[in-house]
Structure formats: C-alpha cells, structure tokens
C-alpha cells in the first residue's frame, strides 16, 4: 500500500515567495544534515518492529496490572494511584532527560529505559508468583514503569528525524503511527485473554518483548545530530526549550488542547469498573474495551495516510475533539456493551485526527538542534493528559462515582474547546498544510525565536 506523502504534495519543502499573507505561517528550520544522511531501510524496518514490541508489552502489561490492582482492592482510587505513580516519575525526569536527548545519542536513552522496563516487568512477575498483597510493592514497580517513561518519551519522540532523511520523515511518521496503533489493538485484547491464564503469562510475555526491544535497539543505526555549542546550563536550555513554545502560538495551542482534552475526557483508568461493574464482562471484555479506541484510530490513520487533510486543518482538529467529548457523555451513560465499544471506536478516531494535526505541527516546526527539548515538553503534556488524567478519574469516580466521573470529564472537554476557540484564533484558522513554510536562518539557541505569523483580520 503506498502511503501518501503530504509534505512532498504540498510543497512544504521548497522555499518558495509567500503571497497569501492572510494565512497563518510556521517558521521553520530545515535539518540539513538529515537530507545528507542516507539511512538503510532496515534500520527503519527494525525500529518499527522495536516500536511494535515495545507497545504491544505496554498494552499487555497494562491490561494486567489494571484488572489485578482492582481485582485485588475493589477500589476505583487504587486504579487513580497507578496513574500517580507513572504520571510523578514522568514529570521529574521528561524535562532532564529532553536536555539529554540533545547532548547524547538517542539510542542509549531508549535502552536505558528498556533496562527499567525489563526490570519492572520482571518486578511484577515476582510479586504476583510470590502472592504479594501489598499494595504498596505494586506501586513501587510500577514507579519503575514511569521511570522508564521519563527517559524514553523525549528521545522517542525525536528519534524519526534521526532516522530518515528528511524528504521520508511523513511517510516514516505514518508507518511509525500504523505499528504503534497495530500493537494498541491487538495488545489489549491479548492481554485480556492472557489474562485468562493468570497474570504470570502476561508479565513473562512482556519480559521477552522488552529484552527484544532492548537487543534490536543496539544493532540501529541513527544519524549523528548536528550539535550546536552551547556552554549555558541545563536550565537555560530546558527554558529555551520551553519558550520556543510558548511564543509560538499555533503549537502552544496544540498541544495544550490536547493535553486539557485528554485530562478530562479520559476513560481509560475507569475501564476495569465500567467492564466488571457496569458492563458485566470479565477480561476479555476488558480487553475489547481498551482495543476499541485504537481500532478507530487505526482506521483514521490509514485513511489519512492515502487522502490527508487539504483545507480547514485547525477547525478539522477543534471538531474532532469537541466529536472525543460528546462519545465520551456516550459512553459514561451506556448500559450497552456494544454503545460502550461503538462510542470508544469514535473517540479513538476523532483523537486520531488531533494526534495527527498536533504531530505534524511539533515535528516540522522543531529546529533539529532543540528535538529533544521540545519533544520533552509535548512529551509532558501528552504524559499529562494521559497518567495524570487517570489519576483525576480514578480519583472523581472515588468521590463521585464512575458514571458521573466520565460525564463531568465529557462536559470538561467540550467547555475547554469552546475556550481555547477563543484563545487560539490563529490555531482555528489554520487552513491547510502548505501555509508552512520553512526559515532558513532561525535564531540560535539563546535567542527568541520568530513567533508564529497570526492571519491578518
């Protein structure tokens, strides 16, 4: 299946004159080191198989530990404490460790972090062959688990540009999408029946992927970064870093939408209750749930990889997360299992295409010198949205109850995409991809960068 390029169809790599100044622009820096790089399609092929394993363990192992914390205490805030306990760990070291990603190769980070993952898989195999009890040893473990979170997202979220020269960075960031939510479908409905069998098959399978991660790792090949001097301190870089966002207003916008969307809107930490108390389903049941979200997204995905998005972009993404809030009231009120999936399966899909606009937007307006800071600092939101925003329902549906927990997050985030309508017009009036265009002399490091041009009135 050929994959559709839209940066080569759109013209985003050619310097060409402007003349709808009407529209907002991105000002962009062309790595061009990564157009002398010439990358083998193995290595590709063996990064996408360690992207593959590496999240297809992720969904197994997750599934586990959900059904067995609750299985064990019956009690929606424990769910909310393994979402604290990935979250915490992620928010200390994601912001270093972007700093990190820039100063060293990128690939000892993701094997440092498949080290704390084999050693957390390992940790859990244990405690569940011993008949551990205590809640607290989970929760220690699975601190490991947002250990190796920390380390691995901002040099993840870079790696690509590293990879692939940068004419196939799209087509690489499509197949990078279809691997990644390839594992997310099936992970979940195969730990849901693994778990059938008991959670020590669950864990000993993760262990094996996560060994495997970690021996592939090794043998890639990257391109060397283009480095800049930079004799200031790790603060001053992690704050140029963040204020590259801030001051550009189409990507703070972005990427904060998604991040105040996905906080209240979702579901995952909930779905063991609604599948055993609501649903009345066991594991497998579990398992479909968590797959459905992934199964529309996966859909969209191939969609958008064959006819992307030509006009209208920033309206596409604030519909599609208004489109996540209302499936989201959907599935807090539905007594239905097959409601329950159908509304997962459009929430998966309307996420998709924020995902999507948001992506797109990080990679190509990152100059390559600040990947791994940037990409830290989206890698925090998203890491927000998502270990954080389960600790928030684990914590309402304690309080409130389950049901009222989801509705309240539904009407949260239909209310943040009225506001940030508001707040971001320049994001709202994003046509289409071909109003990026790249800046050939942005500023150094230490130097505000050049703002995002907002659309005349």
Not at 171 to 187: C, D, P
Not at 292 to 314: E, F, N, S, T, Y
Not at 324 to 340: D, K, N, P, Q
Request: with cysteine.
């Amino acid at each position: 299946m050929r994959l559709a390029d839209p940066m080569a169809q759109t013209g985003l790599f050619r310097h060409r004159r402007r003349t709808d100044w009407h529209k907002p622009a991105v000002m962009l820096q062309e790595p061009v080191p990564a157009r002398a790089f010439q990358p083998r399609p193995r290595d590709l092929r063996l990064y996408l198989g360690v992207r593959f394993c590496s999240a297809l363990g992720t969904q197994i192992q997750s599934v586990a530990v959900g059904w067995q914390v609750y299985d064990m205490t019956h009690d929606a805030m424990a769910l909310g404490y393994v979402g604290l306990c990935s979250f915490l760990p992620m928010v200390l070291l994601v912001l270093p460790a972007g700093d990190l990603a820039d100063r060293i190769d990128r690939r000892l980070m993701l094997m440092a972090s498949y080290v704390v993952q084999i050693m957390a898989s390992a940790g859990l195999l244990l405690l569940t062959v011993a008949g551990v009890k205590a809640m607290w040893a989970y929760y220690s473990v699975i601190t490991l688990l947002g250990v190796a979170l920390g380390l691995s997202q901002p040099a993840m979220q870079s790696f690509l540009p590293f990879l692939v020269s940068l004419e196939k960075l799209p087509r690489a960031i499509a197949w990078n999408a279809s691997a990644y939510r390839v594992a997310v479908i099936g992970g979940p409905a195969l730990g849901g029946f693994l778990y059938d069998l008991g959670p020590v098959v669950n864990y000993t399978l993760c262990l094996a992927l996560y060994l495997f991660t970690l021996l592939a790792m090794a043998v890639l090949r990257i391109r060397p970064q283009n480095r800049r001097p930079d004799q200031s301190s790790t603060y001053d870089r992690i704050a140029n870093g963040i204020n590259y966002i801030r001051q550009q207003p189409i990507l703070l916008g972005a990427i904060s939408l998604d991040l105040f969307a996905m906080f209240l809107g979702g579901t995952t930490a909930l779905l063991p209750i609604f599948a055993r108390d609501i649903l009345h389903t066991g594991p497998t049941g579990l398992g479909f749930l968590r797959t459905a979200p992934a199964m529309g997204a996966a859909l969209v995905a191939l969609v958008l990889a064959r006819h992307q998005l030509r006009r209208h972009v920033g309206m596409a993404m604030f519909c599609c997360v208004a489109i996540f809030g209302v499936v989201t009231l959907i599935f807090g009120l539905s007594r239905y299992f097959a409601l329950s999936m159908a509304a997962l399966v459009v929430s998966g899909s309307a996420d998709m295409i924020s995902v999507y606009v948001r992506s797109a937007l990080v990679q190509l307006a990152t100059p390559d010198h600040m990947r791994g800071r940037i990409g830290s600092v989206n890698s925090l939101f998203v890491g927000a949205s998502n270990e954080f925003g389960e600790f928030r329902a684990g914590m309402s549906a304690g309080l409130f109850g389950p049901v009222p927990a989801v509705v309240i997050g539904g009407l949260g985030t239909l209310t943040v995409v009225g506001l940030w309508m508001m707040l971001f017009p320049a994001l709202r009036r994003v046509d289409c991809f071909s109003d990026i265009e790249i800046k050939s002399d942005l500023p150094p490091i230490g130097a505000a960068p050049a703002p995002l041009a907002a659309p005349a009135e």
